[in-house]
């Protein structure tokens, strides 16, 4: 498998405009997750998915994010408008069932978010 | 939710020696504890996880323990090497479906 994937890896857009982020988790996994990582808050979940509903979004900063997954092979995370206060790392990680693989994650390599 | 604290200090170490990390929480005992390894540019890796009711886990050079009386997770790498060098992260699972909280991370060099 080649793991999670996720595109774009960097993205540089200005503010105001509209971002797609977008994820493509492990086969067979039944978890999503998505984080945002930036050197003042660390590593925060933002919203996570089971069997693809939305289970929290507790995580999402505000009403200029949303996240859907339509399927169990992809997921997109969409900040609209965007703001400089957007720019950080993006990460997409999916796991298996909760009572296996010890809750596992595994993490895509990220996208590098730029909001001028 | 957790307040979790991690060393915010880089740990220098020199090649050979054990490292040791702390991960400390506030509130209720998690039912699990992760560790992740993160290097620059690349999402986290998972190296261990330890459950409330074990004391111990270990998996090669790396030993993880879990105090849930004081709230406290160690981490160590034994006879560490530079290739240990990296940011290491301490995760809380804090709900039944598999939500996990993220510390701040340790960096730890390791110096030859």
């Known amino acids: 498998d080649a793991g999670v994937i996720q595109s774009p890896r960097h993205e540089v857009t200005e503010m105001g405009q509209e971002v797609t982020l977008r994820c493509k988790p492990i086969?067979?996994?039944?978890?999503l997750f998505w984080y945002r990582q930036t050197m003042m808050r660390g590593l925060e979940l933002l919203i996570y998915?089971?069997?693809?509903?939305?289970?929290?979004d507790s995580g999402m900063p505000e009403d200029r994010f949303s996240a859907k997954m339509p399927n169990a092979s992809f997921s997109t995370l969409k900040i609209q408008p965007s703001e400089p206060r957007d720019s950080a790392v993006y990460f997409c990680?999916?796991?298996?069932?909760?009572?296996?693989?010890?809750?596992?994650?595994?993490f895509g390599p990220g996208t590098r978010l730029t909001v001028l | 939710s957790q307040k979790i604290e991690q060393n915010s200090e880089a740990l220098n170490i020199q090649e050979g020696k054990t490292a040791t990390l702390t991960c400390n929480y506030t509130n209720y005992s998690p039912a699990y504890l992760q560790w992740y390894r993160q290097d620059p540019g690349r999402g986290p890796v998972f190296l261990l996880l330890?459950?409330?009711?074990?004391k111990e886990k270990r998996k090669e050079r790396l030993k993880v323990t879990f105090d849930t009386t004081l709230k406290q997770s160690l981490f160590h790498i034994t006879a560490s090497q530079p290739a240990d060098s990296a940011t290491y992260l301490c995760?809380?699972?804090?709900?039944?479906?598999?939500?996990?909280?993220f510390g701040a991370g340790t960096q730890v060099v390791v110096t030859p």
């Open positions: 995760a809380l699972l804090t709900d039944s479906w598999g939500k996990f909280q």
């Open positions: 998915f089971n069997n693809n509903v939305p289970i929290d």
């Open positions: 990680a999916s796991s298996s069932g909760q009572w296996s693989s010890y809750n596992e994650q595994f």
């Open positions: 086969s067979g996994h039944d978890y």
């Open positions: 330890i459950r409330e009711n074990e």
